[in-house]
């Protein structure tokens, strides 16, 4: 395994000792999958993954391990694919931008305190109360641009 998957998931883990949230066997893996995998992640390949070592595993146990993720702030939601991906940093809530490559499918994530205050601009100059926000753009990544 990588290192740097090796210390996501051990800060992962301080995280949740702090948390006093409990990181399970089921969640630590569901985090090490959507880690090692570079592209965003659906819930059922999640589960197809999961059950090559563990056969029970059904449904419900990944949406759980995913709603313990999301809640922690170790992975966000790409609205647009219906999947998931590993958070790059696990700092606290945080706003993001995505780039969605359309040939490779690679995600990346992006912090522009710009755009989000922007946004949060404009929200007020709208006279509107924000819940949730999502700003994902599609394109080509540099490796799939080559040829
Ligand atoms: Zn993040
Ligand atoms: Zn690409």
Do not use: W
Not at 8 to 19: H, P
Not at 88 to 114: A, G, M, R
Not at 127 to 136: G, I, P
Request: net charge negative; hydrophobic share 35%; glycine share 0%.
């Amino acid at each position: 395994m990588p290192a740097t998957i090796n210390a996501l998931l051990d800060k992962a883990q301080d995280l949740c000792d702090e948390r006093n949230a409990r990181f399970t066997q089921t969640r630590r893996k569901v985090l090490e999958l959507m880690l090692r995998h570079a592209s965003a992640i659906s819930a059922y390949d999640l589960l197809d993954c999961l059950k090559e070592t563990d056969n029970s595993a059904k449904p419900p146990t990944v949406y759980r391990a995913l709603d313990f993720l999301l809640e922690q702030h170790f992975i966000h939601r790409v609205e647009s694919q219906n999947a998931f991906i590993a958070c790059n940093d696990f700092s606290d809530s945080h706003q993001l931008q995505l780039f969605i490559c359309e040939k490779c499918n690679d995600v990346q994530e992006v912090h522009s305190p710009q755009i989000q205050q922007s946004l949060i601009e404009q929200a007020r100059l709208n006279d509107f109360q924000v819940k949730t926000q999502t700003v994902e753009v599609r394109g080509f990544c540099h490796h799939c641009r080559e040829d």
